[in-house]
């Protein structure tokens, strides 16, 4: 796993937090400065006794042909260095789209029944968009979903990850055997730890819920189950309930990339439709605009 | 998954487009579309074609919007409601050369002040030209679809800034001080508050103790009725103690009190008889002049307009050197001040006056032609007619009566058969008269029968003798009826009932007045007589001023008269020539005609006889010329006429018909303002111009301009400020101020907390000149600090709009046309 500025937030060190800081505050700042200037210059245009819809107004709609774009470019496979960039691109834009909707609107919600269904498309474009945002740098900030998982090998590693834990469970202690004392049944503890709570754990994918809060009481559960078995066996047990453990922690990882994943790939079921839905509103709106406009441009 | 969702992009998107087409078709017009409500204002608009004029009425005709056309055309459909002059969409509406005058004046106030960054960087980074250049669309300012309790209205400074030379950012910042606020304009009414407070109310009080004089300033002004207007009281409360003797007259010391309307002017007539100009009879006792409104008047045709043209700055009395060109302009002139006098007696009044060119052509009201002409008793101008001009009419319709020898007290070149009344005619002169020269071809009332002899006062009131004489020789006139200029044909009853009734103002001397009056008195017993005279002899009326060879005969004929036989006759005068002196003058109108003939033709019938029949009686009817030659004599008196018609009025005096104003608002002299001032620009020459400067000369009669200042509006004459200051007057400016808010909180300085007296100002030198701009107020201009004491940041309202008004020349509601609902 490749050290990321994200990485760095999470657990690197101190330079490499400084910097993303930084870079994130730099990009936040010229957000908010550009946005500025988006409602200084709209104001001064309005003061020119102009129309300021149809300044802000052609901003934004630019800024969402802008974005339009990104999705025609990652359609025609670029290459993953310039799908990145453009998606950066695509990302800094859209915070200034949002600053272009807000003057555009005048900062009010809208009073009729088409100006709502715009408002309501870009609204949720926006959210969705945010949405996505957030699970890409989720992804990345708490480092729980590696980079080559792809949500379509998740249960194939799933399996390999149950079977691995099931031949955990099935390998006993040969020693146990060879001393006539009647041993304690540490397997047996371990076979009950399976079967009341690993067992059902590695079937499927679990905690659905519980991912997509960022929630890992689950996980801390099954590991707590498992360190407290792990008090009273031998060390060979041990050894394994540690591997077990390990398992556990895996399979939870995947269940996060699974539920991660999916989200990663159902807001942009959102994102893209009603995109394209917003750009039939849009052209209609432009189009009645124009069609009404009483000579203000 | 990626051709999924691309699967369900593309339905989404086809989704979209259905459900919005099926939304529009659906739907109830194109309200769908609309971005917000109206304002409440307009809430009852459900047409968007109303106000977005491409769009029209189908469901999908909104799409021509999008074609270009006119971009003003919505902007005028918003002028189908808000009336707005034809400068609506210049900036404030305003006339182009308005907002050139303005932005030289604020270009060089603009160079003293600094422009805040926003405004520098908008009027570089959004130059107002582009908009401005094509005119201002209603919607840069009033966004519709806001909302229903969105303000039209509100517009924020920096909008105003934003075409504005002078940018500042607040009043409380750098707004410019006040230039001359509020008197940049001068006061309608001349009044000098100094002189006023300092000199005549101290003065008159002195003088009269009991005099209330104004003690506060809300005596004079108050501004309860109209809150833009601080208002002055009228004249009749506060001036007319001290003015109204001003405007009537009455405390003139010199020269005529009343208003020279209509004059004989005095013609030399002794060039005129050598250079054997015909001119007919014109008195020689006249040395007055043409009057400003007698030119104005006759310049209402090509003939007249050249006639005053050719004999201006010639002096009348004196033609030795008149060229023959300027003989015959006098002798026209003279004809066509005859044709004046006969057109206001024989047409009407208002026929004459309503004519007259108001400047663009426009034909005069009727209220004005009313005003203009005061109601001008015909009987004045008969009265003058018959006493200056006794044959006229015979002039008019024959050409000018000649003798050979000329009468004393006329022209050389004319004879009058009848003397005047205060030129009267020498027996002999009317003996000659009589027998060596025909009667004209008249428009006469009835015909004398021959060897009837009848002398007639010109200036006298219709007298009985001649109306029953006429009566009976009506049936001969029916026979043989006379035609009028018009083509008109009247019967002698007619002719004759039209003089009834009437009664002549008073004119000429108190000597004269009392002369009729005395004659009038005598007469009376004879009227019987007199109406039964066969064959009667009219001898010469006694004037007011006879003359010491004419007074002898008067006296003898007034006592024959006395004795009841018949005056000696002046020389045969003829029927017809006494006739056209008195009655043929006197048509009636249309209504009096068919008045006088229900009137006349009743005794004519009761008497059982026909209009042929009458005549032989008339003939054989004994005549009472002592009666009817018989002179008025006056009662006892010392009043002038000018005196006589001391509240304002009509009276003659010598040549002159003169008009004394009534009083404050005289409509007679404003009237004649009124027509006269679009056509008289400062050092005009015209005889409107004329005209107007009579009546707003320093001694003028009726002293309008004492008080009523006149501006010289250019390119559009003079105007005489009659009206008061009004919501009306001040369309067209750019500041409004309100009083009654900032009534209470002034200190006790009172109004002159805000108008301080400046007594030592030239207030008076502003009205020595035309331009109502150029002003020295009597007051110090309110000071910008003094409003900026409450109107700051955070205490009232500093915007712009408080104080400045958008629409300088204000938007107006039309009345709707609403059709009366048939029966």
Redesign the interface.
């Known amino acids: 796993m490749r050290a990321r500025a994200s990485d760095a937030l999470i657990g690197g060190s101190g330079l490499a937090v400084a910097g993303y800081v930084i870079n994130r505050a730099v990009l936040g700042l010229l957000i908010a400065a550009l946005s500025g200037g988006l409602f200084w ?1 709209v104001w ?8 300021p819809r149809y300044l802000d107004g052609w901003v934004l709609a630019g800024g969402m042909a802008l974005q339009v774009c990104f999705h025609i470019v990652k359609t025609f496979s670029v290459s993953p260095k310039s799908a990145t960039r453009w998606r950066k691109i695509h990302i800094f834009a859209g915070y200034l789209v949002i600053a272009a909707f807000i003057s555009h609107s005048d900062f009010t919600l ?6 709502w269904a715009l408002w309501t498309g870009f609204v949720l474009v926006t959210l969705s968009g945010i949405l996505g945002t957030y699970l890409a740098w989720s992804q990345r900030a708490k480092s729980r979903v590696d980079e080559g998982i792809s949500y379509d090998r998740i249960p194939a590693l799933r399996a390999e990850l149950e079977i691995a834990f099931l031949r955990a469970i099935a390998e006993t202690d040969p020693s146990a055997a060879a001393i006539d004392l009647p041993g304690l049944p540490h397997d047996a503890w371990i076979t009950e730890l399976y079967s009341t709570h690993l067992g059902d754990f590695f079937q499927g994918p679990r905690n659905f819920t519980a991912h997509l809060i960022g929630s890992q009481r689950p996980l801390k559960r099954l590991t707590g189950a498992i360190d407290n078995l792990s008090r009273y066996v031998d060390q060979p047990r041990q050894a394994k309930l540690a591997y077990i453990k390990t398992l556990v922690a895996e399979k939870d990882r995947l269940d996060f990339a699974r539920v991660s994943l999916g989200l990663t ?1 159902g807001w ?2 959102v994102h ?6 917003l ?3 849009t052209v ?1 709106h432009v ?2 605009v ?7 441009w | 998954m990626a051709s999924r969702r691309d699967q369900l992009t593309v339905l989404l998107a086809l989704v979209t487009a259905i459900c919005l087409g099926s939304a529009i078709f659906f739907s109830n017009g194109t309200q769908l579309l609309m971005p917000g409500p109206l304002t409440s204002g307009h809430a009852a608009i459900e047409n968007c074609n109303a106000c977005h004029t491409k769009s029209g009425s189908n469901k999908l005709s909104w799409l021509h919007g999008l074609v270009a056309a006119d971009p003003l055309a919505d902007s005028k459909a918003c002028l189908t409601c808000h009336k707005m002059p034809a400068t609506a969409f210049n900036p404030h509406g305003a006339a182009a050369e308005v907002l050139e005058q303005s932005t030289r004046r604020l270009t060089r106030i603009a160079a003293g002040t600094t422009a805040p960054r926003s405004a520098v960087a908008q009027s570089i980074a959004f130059p107002m030209k582009d908009v401005i250049a094509g005119g201002l669309y209603c919607a840069t300012c009033h966004q519709e679809h806001q909302g229903a309790s969105f303000n039209l209205h509100k517009i924020s400074s920096e909008k105003c800034r934003s075409c504005h030379v002078v940018k500042f950012d607040s009043f409380d910042g750098d707004h410019p001080a006040f230039e001359n606020y509020p008197f940049k304009r001068r006061t309608r009414i001349i009044y000098d508050h100094a002189s006023h407070s300092g000199k005549y109310y101290p003065d008159l009080a002195k003088k009269d103790p009991a005099t209330r004089t104004p003690a506060t300033c809300s005596a004079c002004h108050n501004s309860n009725n109209d809150r833009r207007v601080m208002a002055v009281a009228p004249f009749d409360q506060i001036c007319a103690s001290c003015h109204l003797g001003q405007i009537i007259g009455k405390e003139r010391v010199s020269g005529p009190k009343g208003i020279a309307f209509l004059t004989l002017p005095g013609l030399d007539l002794e060039t005129l008889k050598k250079k054997n100009a015909s001119i007919g009879e014109w008195p020689d006792g006249s040395d007055a002049a043409l009057t400003p409104f007698m030119k104005l008047i006759m310049n209402r045709n090509e003939k007249g307009r050249g006639l005053v043209k050719a004999v201006d700055g010639l002096n009348l009395l004196d033609l030795a050197t008149a060229s023959d060109s300027q003989i015959k302009a006098v002798t026209d002139l003279a004809w066509e001040i005859k044709g004046l006098f006969h057109a206001l007696i024989k047409g009407k009044a208002s026929d004459v006056l309503g004519n007259l060119s108001a400047g663009d052509g426009a034909k005069l009201n009727t209220a004005l032609i009313s005003d203009l002409t005061a109601g001008i008793p015909r009987d004045a101008v008969i009265g003058a007619q018959q006493e200056w001009l006794p044959n006229l009419a015979a002039e008019m319709t024959g050409g000018p009566v000649t003798l050979p020898e000329a009468p004393s007290g006329s022209n050389a070149v004319q004879a009058v058969p009848i003397p005047s009344p205060q030129e009267p005619q020498s027996a002999a002169a009317v003996e000659t008269n009589s027998s060596d020269s025909e009667p004209p071809e008249t428009e006469s009332v009835g015909t004398e029968p021959a060897g009837a002899e009848k002398t007639v006062c010109a200036d006298e009131p219709p007298r009985a003798e001649n109306i029953a004489a006429t009566d009976e020789v009506a049936p001969d006139s029916e026979d043989e009826p006379e035609t009028g200029e018009s083509g008109e044909t009247l019967s002698a009853e007619e002719q004759l009932a039209a003089v009834k009734g009437r009664l002549p103002l008073p004119n000429g001397t108190p000597r004269a007045i009392k002369t009729r009056i005395e004659n009038a008195r005598k007469k009376k017993p004879h009227e019987e007589a007199e109406a039964k005279a066969e064959g009667a002899k009219v001898v010469p009326c006694t004037d007011e001023q006879p003359r010491p060879d004419a007074a002898g005969e008067t006296e003898a004929a007034e006592a024959n008269a006395n004795e009841g036989t018949e005056a000696p006759s002046a020389g045969g005068q003829a029927a017809a020539d006494t006739t056209e002196q008195f009655d043929d003058l006197l048509f009636p109108t249309g209504s009096e005609k068919a008045g006088r003939t229900e009137e006349a033709d009743p005794a004519s019938k009761t008497e059982g006889k026909t209009p042929a029949d009458a005549l032989p009686e008339a003939n054989t009817a004994p005549p009472a010329p002592q009666v009817q030659a018989a002179p008025t004599t006056g009662i006892e008196s010392d009043v002038d006429p000018e005196t006589w018609a001391e509240y304002g009025g009509w009276y003659r005096q010598d040549y002159t018909l003169y008009y004394r104003p009534t009083g404050h608002k005289d409509k007679f002299v404003q009237s004649w303002l009124v027509l006269t001032w679009p056509q008289a620009p400062t050092g005009g020459t015209s005889p409107a111009a004329a005209v107007f400067d009579y009546l707003i000369g320093k001694d003028a009669q009726g002293s309008c301009t004492k008080c009523h200042s006149v501006d010289d509006i250019r390119g559009k004459g003079r105007v005489v400020n009659f009206s008061p200051a009004s919501v009306a007057n001040k369309h067209g400016r750019f500041t409004h101020f309100i009083h009654e808010p900032h009534m209470g909180i002034m200190d006790n300085r009172g109004c002159l907390t805000c108008h301080d007296l400046e007594r030592n100002r030239p207030y008076l030198k502003s009205y020595e000149q035309g331009n109502a701009w150029k002003f020295t107020a009597n007051f110090g201009a309110v000071k910008k600090e003094l409003c900026q004491g409450c109107h700051t940041s955070g205490v009232a309202r500093q915007d712009c709009l408080l104080c400045h008004k958008y629409h300088v020349n204000g938007v107006a509601t039309p009345v709707m046309n609403t059709k009366i609902p048939a029966q």
């Open positions: 210059l001064i245009y309005g003061n020119g006794l102009r129309d809208p009073d009729s029944g088409f100006e790939r942009l079921f893209v439709p009603v995109t394209y839905a750009i039939v509103l209609l189009l009645v124009y069609a009404f406009s009483s000579g203000v």
